[in-house]
């Protein structure tokens, strides 16, 4: 590999084929970063060329290079000296070079690529390994210690996250689930409250990410207490599973907020009660309810799964009876919203990243670095959620406009 700063690519190595295409633009960034650093510190002399001493001398002149430092950057590791000046009065600062700056060993894009690697599944231990294929033989500043002090930059980040501003903030809809993930240096299992968020805009926006151990009313009573105190306003409604916690604590909290039951998870309620027998036949029945056109059309189809299996499987009967209003919620919001809002997918189908990662690396650590790892997951994948389909339509929604089987009421009229 090419390290001196002041090398040259010669035509004479092109036209020999000395250099491979890597080199050649290990070489050209090396030149290029020496240019800049050039003007950079040409410029900042330049620009105090005003200053004078006593004697009329000027305030700031070049001291000649710091001694070489290795860098590593996207086409591999470079060696950089960096320029230096001399002052020659307190009134004006030395050079400061914010391109190479001090004590920088790595830039910022592998600085960037060193959490992502670890998060979609290497293990520190193999994170030299992957860098040095990736970067050379001498990868400096990369060892897979430095994912133990990013993880502790992530729990600062986090901590200042979870403390932002939330009042410029109007949910429409919140998805809400209680996720668990084991802990490989713990007896206990670690229960990750989810909050995602639709904005006035049709953004999903993850809004909350707390740790516990259980979905009792306490753990969600004291997380919709925070937001509140934040500034977040009622949403309009809330999607979740059946579990009781947070119900009754978004009630107290928030109690103008309509409630949806998830109906993935309600089917699969319904169909654990029942016989693998019966099971094609009712998940047909049950598909047919929450696809019904208008509510008396899934109305009609709820009876018919209650006057069906109500006498045989009670206990599915009842588990679907008990959930009615709620399951059926969706009908008083625009129909280009139901595909959203009647599952908790976007919760769902982004902790299928986090299971991978578990099964990457075969458990997590201890309880902070799980859910410093499930934390940075949530924020990469939502990067990647997509505005919601008919988002114009909610500020109708927000607004309290009245929809009766997904239509505007004055247009149903």
Excluded at 348 to 376: D, N
């Amino acid at each position: 590999m090419l390290k001196n700063s002041k090398s040259t690519l010669s035509v004479t190595a092109l036209k020999e084929k000395e250099l491979s295409l890597d080199e050649i633009a290990l070489v050209g960034a090396q030149e290029m970063i020496k240019i800049a650093l050039e003007a950079e510190i040409n410029a900042c002399v330049e620009g105090l060329s005003h200053i004078k001493t006593e004697d009329n001398k000027p305030a700031l002149v070049r001291n000649g290079y710091n001694p070489a430092r290795d860098i590593t950057i996207g086409q591999g590791q470079i060696s950089v000296e960096v320029p230096r000046t001399r002052k020659r009065t307190e009134s004006v600062e030395n050079y400061s070079s914010a391109i190479v700056p001090k004590y920088m060993r790595r830039s910022l894009k592998i600085d960037e690529a060193i959490p992502l690697l670890y998060l979609k599944g290497i293990s520190t231990g193999n994170m030299y390994c992957a860098l040095e294929k990736l970067l050379g033989d001498k990868v400096s500043g990369l060892s897979a210690s430095n994912v133990t002090r990013l993880k502790k930059c992530w729990k600062e980040e986090y901590d200042l996250w979870r403390k932002r501003d939330l009042s410029d903030k109007k949910y429409c809809y919140l998805w809400v689930d209680g996720v668990h993930t084991n802990v490989r240096f713990s007896d206990n299992r670690l229960c990750n409250l989810v909050v995602i968020g639709a904005t006035e805009d049709g953004d999903k926006e993850l809004v909350s990410v707390e740790s516990g151990y259980r979905e009792s009313k306490e753990s969600w009573l004291t997380l919709l207490r925070k937001l509140r105190n934040r500034g977040m306003s009622s949403p309009k409604l809330a999607i979740g599973d059946g579990a009781l916690g947070f119900w009754q604590a978004v009630k107290e909290i928030f109690p103008e907020t309509k409630h949806q039951r998830c109906w993935v998870h309600k089917i699969k309620n319904v169909l654990d009660k029942m016989p693998k027998s019966v099971q094609a036949e009712a998940k047909d029945m049950l598909n047919e309810i929450q696809m019904a056109a208008t509510r008396k059309d899934a109305e009609k189809a709820f009876d018919e799964f209650i006057e069906v299996f109500g006498d045989k499987y009670y206990k599915a009967a009842e588990c679907l009876k008990k959930d009615r209003k709620e399951l059926l919620a969706f009908y008083d919001y625009p129909a280009k919203h139901w595909k959203h809002i009647r599952t908790t997918n976007p919760i769902e189908s982004t902790f299928a990243t986090v299971r991978l990662r578990t099964k990457s690396t075969r458990g997590h650590g201890t309880e902070e670095t799980t859910f410093m790892m499930i934390y940075k997951l949530l924020e990469q994948a939502s990067k990647r959620w997509q505005k919601m389909w008919g988002y114009k339509l909610i500020p109708l929604v927000l607004n309290n406009v009245k929809f009766v089987d997904g239509e505007e009421m004055n247009k149903a009229a």
